[in-house]
């Protein structure tokens, strides 16, 4: 069973960047997809962008495709979600997920604790 461990958030002006890093622990990394999902307050979680257990293949919420760029390290157990152009309505606690690349539903089965971006406009 993985464990995830999100870190890179912040408080950054609109048009800054951030990377934010998740760190896995505990089971063999390429047999999970990963996925980004963030809450902004008062509303309810929303997908942000998933990739596959090879990195070969990504998709994004239309919200942040072309600004956010997912990615992964399998030899050294990380992903990592790289926010370029932020703006204020990209604020939100941002979650590292995973499930197993072998199931056939979509929700995610392993979640970290959450990090806070936060964009001044």
């Known amino acids: 069973q993985v464990q995830l461990v999100e870190s890179g958030g912040g408080l950054v002006q609109a048009g800054g960047s951030l990377r934010l890093s998740c760190a896995a622990s505990g089971g063999t990394f390429t047999k999970y997809e990963m996925a980004w999902l963030r809450q902004a307050p008062g509303k309810e979680r929303e997908f942000v962008a998933h990739i596959r257990w090879s990195g070969a293949s990504t998709y994004y919420a239309d919200s942040v495709k072309g600004r956010f760029t997912i990615s992964r390290d399998n030899a050294k157990n990380m992903s990592y979600l790289q926010m370029n152009s932020l703006k204020p309505e990209d604020t939100a606690v941002y979650y590292c997920?995973?499930?197993?690349?072998?199931?056939?539903?979509?929700?995610?089965?392993?979640w970290g604790q959450g990090t806070q971006v936060t964009v001044s406009s």
């Open positions: 997920a995973a499930r197993e690349a072998s199931v056939s539903y979509s929700r995610y089965d392993y």
